[in-house]
């Protein structure tokens, strides 16, 4: 059983910053990827960022340049640094985890958290 946590969205005018959290906790063994997606009202939910165990990380293109996804010490953690935001990054932020529950296995389990708005206005 995994759990994720989304904290720090808020509204915030353009051109402005917001520091996202998200915490693993549960019965986990390794977390392999940590990431962040989001989702403005429609049906796509948008990959924004991903970091693994090793500290390779990915971008969307849309936001590359302007956020920085990060693992905190304890690698249970990851951040998404989000400056120079715009309108249209206006969305419901979902972190995501690609988790490994049991070393005898190895086999990997994708949990999401419960999302956390974001929204840029003026």
């Known amino acids: 059983q995994v759990q994720l946590v989304e904290s720090g969205g808020g509204l915030v005018q353009p051109g402005g910053s917001l520091r996202l959290s998200c915490a693993a906790s549960?019965?986990?063994?390794?977390?392999?990827?940590m990431g962040w997606y989001r989702q403005a009202p429609g049906p796509q939910r948008e990959l924004v960022a991903t970091?693994?165990?090793?500290?390779?990380?990915n971008y969307a293109d849309s936001v590359k340049g302007r956020f920085t996804i990060s693992r905190g010490n304890a690698k249970n953690t990851v951040y998404l640094q989000m400056n120079s935001l715009k309108p249209e990054d206006t969305a419901v932020y979902y972190c995501?985890?690609?988790?490994?529950?049991?070393?005898?296995?190895?086999?990997?389990?994708?949990?999401w958290g419960q999302g956390t708005q974001v929204s840029v206005s003026s």
């Open positions: 970091i693994n165990n090793g500290g390779a990380t």
């Open positions: 995501k985890a690609i988790v490994v529950v049991s070393p005898s296995n190895g086999a990997q389990y994708q949990y």
């Open positions: 549960g019965s986990i063994f390794s977390i392999n990827v």
